[in-house]
């Protein structure tokens, strides 16, 4: 089965600073998808960023990089230049497809607060 | 509209009565999804329908979870006789398509006293 782990609870950082959340996860398969998903207080899940197992270039979207360890099944996501309104809950996810159907199977989260 | 809606924004009903939750995807998305976020069980797939094909109901988490989408566009997710456990956020997501990035609307929190 595939699982998606987070193992920091919470974080926290001071503006303009450097961050990186960890995530892990397993699988069988060969080639998956894996997300970040940021929740802000208001609720609506935003994504971050999006990456192809196939794909070896780590994806980078602006502010946000990942480090794609596939051998490892690790995917970190880094904030560069942290601003005020990162200040989120951040998910990591894995998209299971099978017969047709797929999903997002999630991590637990991480509550990340970026301080002024 | 330009993203996922879904109403109500929040729901209080005591137990045993039925809910209907409404969900409106992104015009022309073809896939749209359901999830739970819960305190205790984090977020939980609960339902996926793909145009017009059979949706698949495997993260339904009982008989008196319920859910349907008409014309391929909106869907409602009902819950009969409501549970205390069945309190959490609802959440709708859909895609263009299978495999693409899922955009979720704001969901629906749902108190049952």
């Known amino acids: 089965a595939q699982t998606v782990t987070q193992s920091q609870p919470e974080m926290s950082v001071q503006e303009a600073e450097t961050v990186t959340l960890s995530c892990t996860y397993d699988?069988?398969?060969?080639?998956?998808?894996l997300f970040w998903y940021k929740q802000p207080p208001s609720r609506q899940m935003i994504l971050v960023i999006r990456?192809?197992?196939?794909?070896?270039q780590n994806a980078t979207e602006n502010r946000f990089s990942v480090n794609f360890q596939k051998a490892a099944k690790s995917f970190s996501l880094k904030i560069s230049d942290s601003q005020l309104g990162d200040t989120a809950m951040y998910f990591c996810?894995?998209?299971?497809?099978?017969?047709?159907?797929?999903?997002?199977?999630f991590g637990k989260g991480m509550k990340l607060t970026v301080n002024p | 509209g330009a993203g996922v809606s879904q109403s109500p924004s929040n729901k209080v009903t005591e137990k045993g009565k039925d809910v209907e939750l409404r969900c409106d995807p992104i015009?022309?998305?073809?896939?749209l999804y359901w999830y739970r976020q819960s305190l205790g069980q984090g977020l939980e797939f609960l339902i996926y329908?793909?145009?017009?094909?059979?949706?698949?109901k495997s993260g339904l988490p009982s008989d008196r979870f319920s859910a349907e989408r008409t014309g391929g566009s909106v869907s409602t997710l009902t819950i009969q006789r409501t549970q205390q456990e069945d309190s959490a956020v609802y959440l709708c997501?859909?895609?263009?398509?299978?495999?693409?990035?899922?955009?979720f609307g704001p969901g629906t929190r749902l108190t049952v006293l």
């Open positions: 990456q192809e197992a196939y794909k070896q």
């Open positions: 329908f793909q145009g017009n094909s059979a949706p698949d």
């Open positions: 997501a859909s895609s263009l398509t299978s495999g693409d990035e899922q955009f």
């Open positions: 699988t069988s398969e060969s080639n998956y998808y």
């Open positions: 996810a894995f998209m299971k497809r099978w017969g047709g159907s797929e999903k997002l199977v």
């Open positions: 015009s022309g998305h073809t896939a």
